[in-house]
């Protein structure tokens, strides 16, 4: 399967909220039970949240596609003049462990040429992720009671890697 990276547009929008909808399903259901992670998608997955990341300065978001299916996304942003942050990293559960989430991560990195470092946060349940990272060379220097945004309630590990 021939995979292409490739910038999103407002067009694959649906599709990506699809493609998170179900890999959070997938990945959350057994950790935040399914109503919770029903909540989470609709707020920040839902079409209209990803248009906002679309148009937001100093940020990148790219997608895995095949040609036939959109297979991952990932979303990073300029945080101050020498660190990047990697909002989100998704590869559709049928697409994992195919090389597409590094693919993504390569890609990312590289649209930051003037970054130093590349931060991000992980839920700690999520081993598969965690697994990923440290494999990736991220070193844990952190955590927080709130992933995502200031009241989110979800516990992350924050995780670094030098550029």
């Known amino acids: ?3 292409f990276i490739r910038s999103a547009h407002e067009r ?11 890999t959070w399903h997938a990945t959350y259901d057994a950790i935040y039970g399914v109503e919770r992670v029903a909540e989470i998608t609709v707020e920040w997955h839902s079409v209209a949240a990803l248009k906002d990341n679309l148009a937001k300065p100093h940020s990148e978001f790219i997608l895995a596609d095949t040609g036939d299916r959109i297979l991952g996304m990932a979303y990073a942003s300029m945080v101050d003049g020498e660190t990047a942050m990697l909002h989100q990293l998704y590869v559709h559960p049928a697409g994992q462990g195919s090389g597409t ?23 700690e349940a999520n081993s598969a992720a965690v697994a990923f990272y440290k494999r990736q060379a991220f070193k844990q220097v952190g ?10 309630g979800i516990p992350a590990l924050i995780f670094e890697k030098s550029l």
Do not use: H
């Not at 993504?104 to 992980?122: D, N, T």
């Open 101 to 123: 989430g590094t693919l993504l991560l390569e890609e990312i990195i590289g649209c930051f040429p003037g970054a130093q470092k590349l931060r991000l946060e992980v839920e």
């Open 12 to 22: 694959d929008l649906p599709a990506i909220s699809k493609l998170l909808g179900e």
């Open 1 to 3: 399967m021939t995979i």
């Open 143 to 152: 955590q927080t009671s709130n992933c995502g945004k200031a009241d989110s």
